[in-house]
């Protein structure tokens, strides 16, 4: 007789389990937006804890994180202004991406009539994509730079003929379906005010038509940060950073074509100045001021500096000051911390199992304690180069109870961490298995098996 009262008490358990669903008329596939509780750990930083005062010459500047890309101090970071021949570090990068070193380039009247400083290339002349991207980073030479951009923009209009063939007109179309794929870049890399106009950063402005027919003026620019960024992009993520960092490093280099013989100087002096920095292009026109963006790394970081109208004649050398300056805050203000390393209180509960309701469990409960797991495939920095002053903020929430069914690897869960309110590491929180729902098919084997035990 008992064994015939667990099983009439198995039915009308599942059958108030599936008019309960009934009921509420509940499909469940994921979460419930409504358990989520949040929980803030860690205290804001301290009121007026703001970056140190520099003294820098530059009217705006930037030094920045090159493994996060997190902004470690700015000054007018975000202002759009005139960038000179920084701009090269773009062309040298969407050469590289879009032709081999190897290949060889036909040098267009048009290319040969490029303003100082130049290599003095000459119509008709050929030349391979190695020789003009060293003659363009070391000595900045500006016909190089339009060869070069002359020849990757025509493959990108589907031309087959040599530059050298090019008509006038021909060649700035060609040159303008380049600055269009700097621009491109620019977007894809993140920059939020950057417009290229000239592959050598020569001052320009153009006027575009809008949609709607109104005229827009815009101005060859970018800011600090958004140039920095492009560094960025150049030494660590682009698929040619490589050849970008050998090229930008090379102290000397010689060749000999068309006759005659040439050699290029790296004018980023900087590379002598402080040990560690690996890579920069200077840059300099009336508008622009001097200009400069380079990299360093030491002591397990790596930074980089951009700085716009850094003085104008005769201060030549504020450039390499505001450098120093600013490397030399970055290396003894600045500590890598691992986001992994960083404790809060509520751990411990964090990943503990949640329970399910109307779940099919075989003690007839109607709920079971679900495993939870955090994803190893986080989202996000797995550390940051933080100040001492500054705070993690760690932000946690997760599903305080399931309704069954719940899938294996939904998400239940989740941490964040935050330094000054911005999100720099997700790490989700999932289920570690699959949890059914009760239903008809499930009771009746229930029912089946009970009564099975009680009269065998």
Known sequence: MRGFFCALFAGILCLESIGGFCRQGYVSEGIREQATHLFNETAEKEAG??????????????????????????????????????????????????AKVEEEVSISAYAATMPKVKLYVKKGEHYTVRELLFSLMLESHNDAAAALAEDIGGKLLGETKEASEHTTEESKAALHRFAQAMNEKAVEIGCEDTWFI???????????????????????????????????????????RDLFREITRTQEYCFTENGRSFQCHNHNAFLQMMDGAFTGKTGFTNKAGYCYVGALERDGKCMIVALLACGWPNHKTYKWSDSRELFGYGLENFVYRKFGEEEFSGREQYLMPIPVTEAQDEELTGEVQLAVELDPEAEGAEGLLMRADEKVEILYRKEKEL????????????ICYLVDGEIWRRERLYAAWTVEAVDLSWCGRQILKRFLVAFP
Do not use: F, W
């Not at 992009?233 to 040619?240: D, M, P, T």
């Not at 309704?403 to 989740?414: L, W």
């Open 403 to 414: 309704k069954a069914p719940v899938k294996e690897g939904t998400t239940v869960g989740e």
């Open 198 to 240: 000239t592959p050598n950063g020569l001052d320009a402005t153009e006027t575009l038509t809008l949609p709607d027919g109104s005229i827009l003026e815009k101005e060859h620019h970018t800011t600090a940060k958004d140039l920095a960024c492009i560094l960025r992009y150049c030494i660590r993520e682009s698929s040619q």
């Open 49 to 98: 804890q703001l970056q140190e005062d520099l003294h820098l010459y530059a009217q705006a500047a930037v030094l920045l994180d090159a493994d996060s890309g997190r902004v470690l101090y700015g000054k007018n970071e975000e202002t759009p202004m005139a960038m000179a021949s920084t701009t090269k570090i773009m062309t040298c990068i969407l050469v590289l991406e879009n």
